[in-house]
């Protein structure tokens, strides 16, 4: 099912979204670190697509690739670990970019000097 294209879903819409019963997203939440929805001022879970996706993740972990909950919990951690050094690695790679960036920029300069100044 696609999501919807709105800010906030209530429990009832993730749970009619995900086909995940309302007890089993509590009890996730519970369990799963990454799975932490906002709440509303009077106390009702507001969940993101993020949440959503999230759960969708967990469903099919536990559901189609059969991990366990703990083997699951272990999976998403060795995901966000990898998706962090990815991130710092594209970092570095950026990083490397700018500067070369900053280098060339600083000789284009030398170079319209020594133009200039014939």
Known sequence: MKI??????SIGEV???TKV????????ESE??????????????????KDIDTIIYIKK???EQK???????KKMLEDAR??????EMDL????????????TKIAIKEIVKIIDRK
């Open 4 to 9: 919807p294209d709105k800010t906030y879903f």
């Open 15 to 17: 749970s009619e979204i």
């Open 21 to 28: 019963q309302p007890y089993v997203l509590r009890y996730w």
């Open 32 to 49: 799963f670190k990454l799975l932490r929805p906002a709440r509303r001022h009077s106390g009702q879970r507001k969940y993101i697509k």
């Open 61 to 63: 972990l536990l559901s």
């Open 67 to 73: 991990y366990s909950i703990a083997g699951a919990k």
């Open 82 to 87: 990898n998706k962090n050094k990815q991130i």
């Open 92 to 103: 570095e790679k950026n990083s490397a970019a700018i500067n070369m960036l900053r280098e």
